[in-house]
């Protein structure tokens, strides 16, 4: 019996050092909740003001990309490029972006202070609240539910951002949800919402999604309020849906020690919305 | 038209002989818990009738949204059939159901179920498969007409992993028995293979014919994947009655 519990000990060790970036505690407990990172973005949001962000045609794009996962960033530094475009008016990173730790914060946070030419907008996943990671997040970016507008000769289009990086946006940002688009859809020509977490599953996998309850209450808004597109990552494998108006998309993985990594380029039209994905070359 | 009398005369004639030999059963439950999407909590009542004959049983069920329904009164429906099977000795059931779930105006979730299930000494398992279609109302096709052109009236995701783990005290058959496990489905609720629930069960057979059970159920979003968190929790009791034969 106890030569099985040696074996089982380093057997655990053993997948515990295989696994640096996985907080095997945080499978079980969250530090901090969704609803109380909810509370703390919504301190951040009343002191710093929603963005409005001009655009000079009623045409443009908004660049995605999600699951950096950085450590090293050549494949993050093409996307941040990508997005220097004049006709592109934002970046946004929907979660997976750090791997949690501290070092990789840092590394983070170094990179996004030399970068001066592109609005971006991040949100946190899984990966980024691992090790206690939401200590490092708000500190350094702010709140992980928020909105942003993109305003056009031809009208305004609305982002939202939300944090699902705990496997539930949680009661109190699903009511938050629910009241910015009550109050913003009648005056906006499009919705984008784009979040860590995807909604559908392409076969059975490991991958978490959230609780079915939850995926019915965000099918019955994206309908209610006609959104255009539901943009999400965590999956790191390309795919598209459409149900009624909404496209559902889930992104490739931006990673360098990953293969056929892409980024999402989503075209905003007077009379539509358009997206492609780009493939990152690798260097 | 003598001749239509005769037939449904004769028809109705072997629906009663075949339910004298059968069995009814019915199964009643109320559940009430609290989740994200309703944080002040919710109050369902589900009724299942079933009828028992040979080896199949065919089912029905609706569960009633008692207080604070995501879209009308009646949260979901089914119909179900079972299948006991013996092989090598040991019995298993197989079962196929239809579940629909009117939980927005503009939207319906509708699933099919096929599961294995079985019980040995202290042990109940259910493995299966869950094919989940949503798909726009009416209300929302006319919202979008040219969703049924472009295909988009539906999203279907054909794969989803059914499971039921749990272990009793005592085994299979007893008066009473306590016990706890692992699912990622009860009742009404499918969810995905990657957001299980954590369960205990209590159940007493207080008659030949009636048995009461109590479960208390837990759900955490991103439990053993995610950055996990308390998502919802929910007791159940009901009751189940079998007639005699």
Redesign the interface.
């Known amino acids: 019996m106890e030569k099985w519990k040696i074996i089982l000990l380093l057997f655990s060790l053993a997948l515990t050092s295989c696994f640096h970036d996985l907080d095997e505690a945080g499978a079980f407990h969250s530090k901090y909740n969704a609803n109380e990172r909810f509370e703390i973005s919504e301190q951040w949001n009343n002191a710093h003001p929603f963005q409005i962000i001009i655009m000079p045609d009623s045409e443009y794009s908004v660049v995605y990309c999600g699951d950096t996962h950085i450590g090293t960033y050549q494949e993050f530094l093409q996307v941040i490029n990508a997005a220097k475009q004049p006709s592109t008016a934002a970046l946004v990173v929907a979660g997976d972006i750090s791997r949690g730790h501290v070092e990789s914060y840092d590394t983070l946070q170094n990179l996004m202070n030399t970068v001066d030419s592109v609005k971006w907008f991040f949100t946190p996943g899984n990966h980024d609240l691992y090790f206690g990671g939401w200590d490092e997040f708000y500190p350094r970016f702010g709140a992980s539910s928020y909105y942003f507008v993109v305003s056009t000769p031809a009208g305004n289009d609305l982002f939202i951002i939300l944090d699902s990086g705990s496997g539930t946006l949680g009661s109190k940002q699903l009511d938050w949800l629910a009241e910015v688009l009550e109050s913003f859809h009648s005056s906006v020509r499009h919705i984008t919402i784009a979040t860590h977490l995807n909604f559908f599953k392409d076969g059975f996998g490991l991958t978490s999604g959230l609780p079915m309850e939850e995926v019915n209450v965000i099918l019955d808004l994206c309908a209610r309020y006609n959104i255009d597109y539901v943009i999400g990552g965590h999956d790191h494998g390309r795919n598209k849906s459409v149900l009624g108006n909404t496209n559902f998309i889930i992104m490739d993985q931006c990673h360098d020690e990953e293969s056929n990594s892409s980024y999402l380029e989503v075209l905003y039209k007077e009379n539509g919305c358009s997206h492609v994905f780009h493939n990152i070359i690798e260097q | 038209m003598k001749t239509l009398k005769t037939l449904l005369l004769c028809c109705l004639l072997l629906l009663f002989g075949t339910i004298a030999r059968g069995q009814l059963q019915l199964e009643s439950a109320l559940t009430s818990g609290q989740?994200?999407?309703?944080?002040e909590g919710f109050l369902n009542m589900a009724v299942c009738p079933a009828y028992e004959i040979n080896n199949w049983t065919l089912g029905a069920g609706a569960e009633l949204a008692i207080l604070n329904p995501?879209?009308t009164i009646i949260d979901a429906w089914k119909l179900n059939a079972e299948r006991k099977i013996t092989l090598r000795k040991h019995d298993f059931k197989l079962y196929g159901g239809f579940y629909y779930?009117p939980?927005?105006?503009?939207?319906r979730?509708l699933n099919f179920v096929l599961t294995f299930k079985t019980e040995a000494g202290h042990f109940r398992g259910l493995i299966g498969n869950n094919s989940r279609i949503?798909r726009?109302s009416g209300k929302?096709l006319e919202?979008?007409p040219e969703?049924d052109s472009?295909g988009?009236?539906?999203?279907k995701?054909?794969?989803?992993?059914v499971y039921y783990f749990s272990i009793f005290l005592k085994k299979t058959g007893q008066p009473w028995n306590i016990g706890v496990g692992i699912s990622n489905t009860n009742g009404f609720?499918?969810?995905?293979?990657?957001?299980p629930m954590l369960f205990g069960r209590y159940e007493n057979k207080l008659s030949e014919s009636l048995q009461l059970y109590a479960e208390c159920w837990l759900?955490?979003?991103?439990?053993?994947?995610?950055?996990?968190?308390?998502?919802?929790f929910f007791v159940k009791g009901g009751l189940i009655w079998k007639s005699g034969k």
Do not use: C, D, H, V
């Open positions: 989740n994200q999407t309703k944080p995501q879209n779930r939980f927005s105006e503009y939207m979730e949503w726009l929302a919202q979008w969703a472009t988009t009236t539906m999203k995701e054909w794969r989803n992993f609720i499918f969810n995905q293979e990657t957001t759900q955490q979003a991103g439990f053993a994947n995610l950055q996990a968190q308390y998502y919802g």
